[in-house]
């Protein structure tokens, strides 16, 4: 009895063998991850509205990410399966090259389901995977990542009115915000769409008034001052995370001790 629980076990342990996000590359096969989906969209080209496929951030136990992607044609089969913030076990799936125009992470290898792709949620022992991963990047390094996309933090130092615009025959709300770093430099954000309405609505609730931390992720840069989102594009508004902690604790110090006002040639000197 004793050896046949043995067996049994270690059956178990072998079908709860996980492979990190790292280890994936093409043509890896007979492999299951343990991710959770850190954030979910659906991907599509806003000058024509042809869909790409329900796209989503996935997060291992070691924090790594990779961008995963449901054909157009299978989003039906997957889209009820798929919760944002949830943990799966994914088995069945293939490995390619990222798409580069539309990653959201680093990682160079994309996941795509296939219809055999099998979806399983993982409940219980979960605190262990991330609910949100970000590669920011400062407002000085922008101008190195014109049209790529990106994700940035900082004080929000104005909101204007959201408003609807007429683009390509179709009506679009837009909502135009600017954020702070730390060393003073101001950054213009342009929101479209359901963000838009979001980001204004969140920040109704907050206060016009308030001293609020924004996060904005895949958002695409323009020029080294402006960015605009995109399909995968999300908002979030003082988040619990370290960067957020940090950043709100430099910014009381600087607050209760501002610097001397700088000079238009100081002021130059930093913009280049």
């Not at 219809?115 to 920011?136: A, C, M, N, Y």
Request: charged share 30%; proline share 3%.
């Amino acid at each position: 009895m004793h050896k046949l629980q043995a067996i049994k076990a270690k059956m178990g342990s072998a079908e709860d063998e996980f492979t990190p996000l790292s280890q994936l590359k093409y043509g890896i096969g007979n492999c299951k991850v343990r991710v959770r989906i850190s954030r979910l969209w659906e991907s599509f080209n806003p000058k024509n509205d042809i869909l790409f496929g329900l796209d989503s951030l996935l997060i291992d136990d070691q924090g790594k990410t990779m961008q995963a992607r449901v054909h157009p044609d299978d989003i039906d089969l997957f889209e009820d399966q798929l919760v944002e913030g949830k943990v799966y076990a994914l088995s069945d799936f293939t490995v390619d090259v990222m798409r580069e125009d539309y990653m959201s992470c680093s990682n160079e290898w994309t996941m795509y389901f296939r219809r055999q792709t099998v979806v399983k949620e993982i409940q219980g022992d979960i605190d262990s995977i991330p609910l949100h991963s970000f590669e920011f990047v400062k407002f000085k390094d922008l101008r190195s990542r014109c049209d790529d996309k990106t994700d940035v933090l900082g004080h929000i130092v104005y909101v204007g009115e959201l408003q609807e615009v007429s683009k390509k025959s179709r009506h679009i709300e837009i909502c135009n915000a600017s954020i702070r770093d730390l060393r003073g430099r101001n950054l213009s954000v342009t929101l479209y769409g359901d963000i838009a309405c979001g980001f204004a609505e969140d920040m109704l609730k907050k206060g016009l008034e308030s001293s609020v931390v924004a996060v904005f992720a895949g958002m695409r840069v323009e020029s080294t001052h402006s960015v605009c989102s995109t399909t995968s594009s999300k908002h979030y508004l003082d988040l619990d995370i370290p960067e957020v902690q940090e950043f709100c604790e430099s910014l009381r110090i600087q607050q209760a001790n501002p610097a001397p006002e700088k000079s238009l040639a100081q002021k130059l000197a930093e913009s280049w």
